[in-house]
């Protein structure tokens, strides 16, 4: 199943055919194709469990696994990670996965990609990051993490972003604010998000994916989750 | 009052040996998770990469700087068999940590073997500076000189090594590599280029760990089976002071140096308690992991 996107690779950011992947003997994603647009927000949702997080990973190349995968117009199906990020894909993983032992200016600091990083975008956007730029990064709040998450790849200009469950465990102050940065990003690159919370992938996403069971369910655009029913059935959750 | 100064310097200067082989194993394990077991033989042919250096100088050279050039030929052979068993052996290897140890474990054997082959049991004399023989007066003590330049290197290489793991690029990618490897790779960093770099630089500590042992503890005799033997010591000192911590290794590697020399002197020179002194190595591992199983300072699992 694909969204109505363009025909020419060229509008694609991320096209995917026959994604599988299989962990501990457990076939998480069973034959996967998708397609994200080049520009605006693509939201990856599912019931827990699903293989959303592990979609993410497959296309970095952190989980084993099968298909064709096109990143920024390359086949990159086999690349190590580093290799495949450095097309321009930055990511923001699920459980922020902060150094804990490093501060959180060595932090930043490993996450320079370009000669010139962006600090001050960074700074301007998550102030707190620079007031606490000394601090270890395993003291800091959950949602401090998740500055700290989002800051890494602001340092740099992505043509790509792959964002995991951003407001995850986050409290209502810090969703306001990460959506609001989201919502920036999204008009400036292509971005490629898991989120279980509707709400905020009505306010941020163009497009919408939902997996269920290793496999695509529905695509489409975000005004589909619009409609209760469908919410219900493909989310088991309520869309009011 | 003086002998037991003399005998804590010596001890100190044991712990900086200790230290210089353990700091590789720690760094090796905090990043790979590997259990390298063939730092051993790294140690043993940095000394013998020393004597072979050492024997062709000639025979008026007696000078620091020939010292120096000899402990750099040990350093760089460590070194470079350190990273060629990275790239070559255990590369191949990663995610299969079975594998790895089986590795390392059968390259001693064949390294120890060749050695052996080739140069015999018995052991041989490294030709040393006589100032690095001779010993320095402290009041009535007589300190030997080896003691303050084996303390001098371990000192040194902490403070080389706390410097690269905080203030280099290089240095933080191993720190955190050590917590999340596929997260580094997630920023687009090649961790093999870190892995290899924490392979050098354990094998070049270990290799200028060799030739210290030899010169300083040794009477400046090397043989193919004596890097094993400081091997056990060396793993002992990295699980006291916790798996992956430098810091830890460090205070573990001083404190088991003292408490060897100290029991060893004090306890163990009468007939039949030669080896009391590592006996109670082993015993003050006992009691540190009862209080402290993860070590003094190593991560929480």
């Known amino acids: ?80 990670t580093h290799k495949i990020v450095r097309l321009g894909v930055g990511y923001v993983p699920e459980d922020r996965d902060v150094f804990a032992r490093l501060t959180v200016r060595e932090n930043l600091r490993l996450a320079e990609s370009v000669a010139s990083p962006r600090y001050a975008r960074v700074y301007e956007l998550f102030p707190e990051l620079a007031q606490r730029s000394r601090q270890f990064a395993g003291t800091l709040s959950g949602g401090q993490q998740q500055m700290l998450a989002i800051g890494r790849v602001l340092l740099n200009d992505w043509p790509l972003l792959l964002i995991d469950e951003p407001t995850k465990g986050l409290s209502p102050l810090f969703v306001t604010e990460v959506v609001d940065v989201l919502q920036r990003l999204g008009t400036a690159c292509s971005v490629l998000m898991v989120e279980q919370n509707v709400h905020v992938v009505r306010k941020l996403a163009s497009q919408v994916i939902v997996l269920d ?14 409609e209760e029913n469908l919410v219900r059935r493909l989310l088991g959750v309520s869309g009011a | 009052m003086s002998t037991f100064i003399a005998i804590t310097v010596s001890g100190l200067a044991l712990g900086a040996v200790y230290f210089l082989v353990a700091s ?16 051993g033989v790294f140690l043993t042919l940095g000394a013998y990469a020393g004597w072979a250096v050492a024997s062709r100088l000639p025979a008026a050279t007696n000078s620091a700087a020939a010292f120096a050039l000899t402990a750099c030929a040990a350093t760089a052979c460590g070194a470079a068999i350190a990273a060629a068993t990275e790239l070559v052996l255990i590369r ?41 023989t ?61 892995f290899t770099l924490v392979f050098t630089v354990g094998g070049a500590a270990a290799g200028l760990a060799g030739l210290l042992n030899s010169v300083v503890f040794n009477g400046a005799l090397i043989d193919p089976e004596q890097g094993d033997e400081l091997l056990i010591f060396a793993f002992i000192v990295v699980v006291i002071g916790g798996l992956g911590s430098i810091a830890g290794s460090a205070i573990a590697a001083v404190l088991v140096g003292l408490v060897q020399v100290y029991v060893g002197f004090y306890a163990g020179s009468g007939a039949g ?29």
């Not at chain 1, 069973?30 to 979609?55: S, Y």
């Not at chain 1, 069971?213 to 619009?226: E, M, N, S, Y």
């Open chain 2, 273 to 301: 308690l030669a080896q009391l002194g590592n006996i109670s190595v082993v015993l003050f591992l006992a009691m540190v992991l009862l209080v402290r199983p993860r070590g003094l300072l190593g991560r929480t699992a």
């Open chain 1, 1 to 80: 199943m694909t969204l109505d996107a363009g025909s020419a690779h060229d509008n694609l950011a991320v096209e995917v055919t026959g994604l599988r992947a299989d962990i501990a003997g457990s076939s998480i994603l069973q034959g996967i194709d998708l397609q994200v647009p080049t520009g605006g927000v693509t939201a990856l949702l599912g019931r827990n469990g699903v293989g959303k997080t592990t979609t993410l990973r497959a296309l970095l190349g952190l989980v084993p696994a099968s298909g064709t995968v096109r990143i920024l117009g390359r086949d990159v199906a086999g690349w190590p």
């Open chain 2, 134 to 194: 001779s010993v320095t007066r402290l009041g009535s003590e007589r300190i030997p000189n080896g003691d303050f330049v084996a303390l001098g290197a371990g000192v040194a290489v902490l403070t080389v090594l706390t410097w690269f793991l905080h203030r280099t690029r290089y240095g933080i990618i191993i720190r955190a590599g050590a917590e999340n490897r596929d997260m580094v790779r997630a920023l687009g960093i090649n961790v093999g280029r870190a």
């Open chain 1, 213 to 226: 069971r290793g496999r695509i369910v529905h695509a489409g655009h975000a005004d589909d989750l619009g």
């Open chain 2, 24 to 39: 590789g194993l720690s760094l090796i394990y905090g990043l790979m998770d590997v259990l390298n077991f063939a730092h």
């Open chain 2, 92 to 132: 191949p290897l990663y995610r299969r940590p079975v594998g790895q140890i089986l590795v390392t474990i059968g390259l001693d054997l064949a390294l120890v073997g060749l050695l052996l082959g080739v140069f015999g049991s018995n052991s041989r004399t490294i030709a040393v500076p006589a100032w690095l």
